[in-house]
């Protein structure tokens, strides 16, 4: 499905088949010169059709197009080797740029695997988990050569000039899009409407948690009219979202920190105890992909009270534990 959101800007609904995220949303925007090209969607084969159809029926020379990857995760990134061309630019954050051409290697996911199995997740649970991860099957399969962006870069697209803001918290490399004259905010998964976007930890960064709230408040300082999403809705309140993913946040350290004082200790365990939006009777009857979202939060939450000094972590036999300190 394809939407004109504003002059030359258009939404591309990219379909991610079997997820709750249920598509990616790509945006066109159209240039006298080169067009830009943000997110793309999953490599496989539904997500190609849609997204090949939708800069087919806008007309887009793909030649004439660069691409710009919010960030490293498979429903963003994954389709980036199928549409540049020898011609394109493809702009990506640092981080997640090395971060792309790593899903494409085992020793990613294995190595992500071993940082799991340390805060008590059972071996064969993250092992199947991870094999059939869409980051690892729907990542774009071959090694890209990235144009690197940083904060305060600007890219020029037809009428509109962004400018580029780091945004790490949801992935290391994440990065927002800001147009200042038209009050535009290309937000990839940093700001989503009806999701609260899944914090986890990265051996690239330390305190994820503390980066995002962080980058929050950067946002939160800007003049904001319409949010470009990378999943469902847009977003023209960007402030109140904030408040609400702050607030978020906050009852979730809550929760940690009572479960903690209820004597738990491994992050597993931990996130086994925790709220959490999905159908399933019990933890143990969580699909291993939610738990790995569920432990990564747990581990975020808990990073983040150590970082301001309430939880100790210990390292005990290639085992993380935490505590409170009282
Ligand atoms: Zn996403």
């Not at 780091?166 to 899009?177: F, K, N, Q, R, S």
């Amino acid at each position: 499905m394809i939407q004109e959101i504003l002059p030359d800007i258009y939404k591309i609904e990219v379909p991610l088949p079997g997820s709750p995220l249920k598509a990616t949303n790509s945006y066109l925007i159209k240039g006298r010169e080169r067009n830009l090209l943000i997110d793309t969607g999953w490599n496989r084969e539904e997500s190609r059709e849609a997204l090949f159809a939708g800069l087919a029926a806008l007309d887009a020379v793909l030649e004439k197009t660069d691409i710009l990857l919010t960030h490293v995760h498979a429903d963003h990134s994954g389709l980036s080797a199928a549409v540049a061309t020898e011609k394109s630019t493809l702009y990506c954050g640092e981080i997640d740029s090395e971060l792309v051409n790593a899903t494409g290697t085992p020793a990613y996911w294995s190595n992500i695997s071993a940082m799991f199995g340390v805060y008590g997740f059972p071996l064969e649970e993250i092992t199947s988990a991870m094999r059939a991860h869409p980051g690892r099957r729907y990542n774009p399969g071959v090694k890209q050569d990235f144009t690197i962006l940083r904060g305060n870069d600007v890219i020029q697209v037809g009428d509109y000039c962004f400018t580029c803001i780091e945004t790490p918290g949801h992935t290391p490399g994440h990065i927002c899009l800001y147009e200042p004259k038209s009050k535009i905010l290309v937000s990839g998964d940093h700001v989503l409407d009806d999701i609260t976007p899944n914090i986890t930890f990265e051996k690239r960064i330390e305190d994820s948690l503390g980066h995002y709230l962080h980058s929050l408040d950067i946002i939160d300082g800007l003049d904001i009219g319409i949010v470009l999403t990378g999943h469902r809705r847009l977003i023209d309140n960007i402030h109140k979202r904030i408040g609400e993913l702050k607030q978020h946040h906050q009852n979730r350290i809550n929760e940690v920190l009572d479960i903690l004082g209820a004597g738990l200790r491994d992050a597993y365990r931990i996130a086994g105890q925790m709220t959490w939006d999905i159908s399933a009777k019990s933890w143990e009857l969580f699909p291993p992909a939610q738990k790995v979202f569920a432990v990564g939060e747990a581990v975020t939450h808990l990073e983040y009270l150590q970082h301001i000094g309430k939880v100790r972590k210990n390292e005990n036999n290639g085992k993380v534990s935490f505590e409170l300190i009282y």
